[in-house]
C-alpha cells in the first residue's frame, strides 16, 4: 500500500467561476484528483490502490505493466511502487523509447526497470501466452494491464464520487481505455447523467469497452443497460488525435488557468475542459445544471 502520509485524500472539491458558464447560470464544481500526489496523479492513483493491495495480498515481488514512452500509467506506477516497497517493470511501446525522456527518466529513478519491445510485440500485451513468457522472464510478477485497465481499477474509480457530498446533476470526464468513466458512472444516481470525452480519434467503440468493463464488474445484464444510459461519448474534441494538440488547445488551456487557477495537460484534461466548455456554449447543456468535472490528473505530461 502507499503510505496514506503521502498521500492528498480525500481529494478537494472546487467551486470555480468561468464566464462562459456563469451566463447561463450552470455551476462548475471541480474534484482535484491532480492533486491528490505529484507523480501518482488524478485517476491513475485510483485504478493503481486495489491493484497493488492485491499485488502485496499474493505476495508479488514485482509489479509489472504497459504503457508507452510518456505515459501517466508508467509514472504513476513506478512512483506508487517505489512509495509501497514493491518492485516494478515497465514494458514499453516502441524499441526506440528514449530511456533519457522525463517520464522514463523519472520512473527509472524510481526503481521501475524500463524495458522498451517492438511495437508488435507490444500489441500482444493483453495475450495469455505473452504473459507466461513474461512470468518466464521475470518471475514472480503481478501483472497490470496498460492503463490500469482491470476490474480493480474500476473499483477503485467508483470511490471518486463516494467521496463526493456537494449535489450536482451531471459528471465530465475525459476518457482513455474507459476505466475511469466506468468506475463513476456505476457511482451514480437515478437523476445524474455523465458525458466523457475521449482523448483519441474515432472514440466511439469506447462505449462497447465501457459495456464490456461494466459487465465484468456487475455481471448483471439490467443493471449495465441502466448504467449504459446514463453515459454519453463527446468524440469530437480529439484535436487530431491521441498526445495531438494546437495552438487553439494550448491557448485555451493557458486561459483556462489564468482565469480558475486550475491548470490542464493537453493530452487529457485540457480537450475535456474545452469540448465541455463549446458545450455550454452552443447550448448543449441546460441553463442550471450543476456539472461536477472529474480533473484526471496527467500534469507531469506537461
Ligand atoms: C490515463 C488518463 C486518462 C484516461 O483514463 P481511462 O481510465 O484510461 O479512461 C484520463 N485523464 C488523465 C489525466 C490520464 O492520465
Redesign the pocket.
Known sequence: MIPSGHLLLPSPLEKIIHPVAEDKGIELLVKRD?LIHPEI????YR?LHYNLAQAELLKKETVLTFGGAF???IA?TASACALAGIKSTGIIRGEEADLENPTLKRARENGMIIHPITRERYDQKEEPLFHEELREQFGNIYIIPE???NYY?VNG?IEILQEVKEEFDLVC???????????LSIALNEQQRII?FP?IKGGEY?LEEVKSLLHWSLFDKEWVESIVKKISLQCDFHFGGFAKSNPELMEFISDFESITGIPL?K???GK?MFGLMEMIRNGSIAGGTRILIY?????Q?N
Open positions: 491532480d496523479s488524478g485517476n491513475k485504478k505515459s501517466n500509467h504513476a492503463g490500469g485497465k481499477g474509480c470526464c475525459a476518457v482513455g481505455t474507459g476505466t475511469t468513466i466506468s468506475g466523457g482523448a469506447l495537460d493530452v487529457y484534461t475535456m480533473h484526471s490528473g496527467g500534469l505530461g
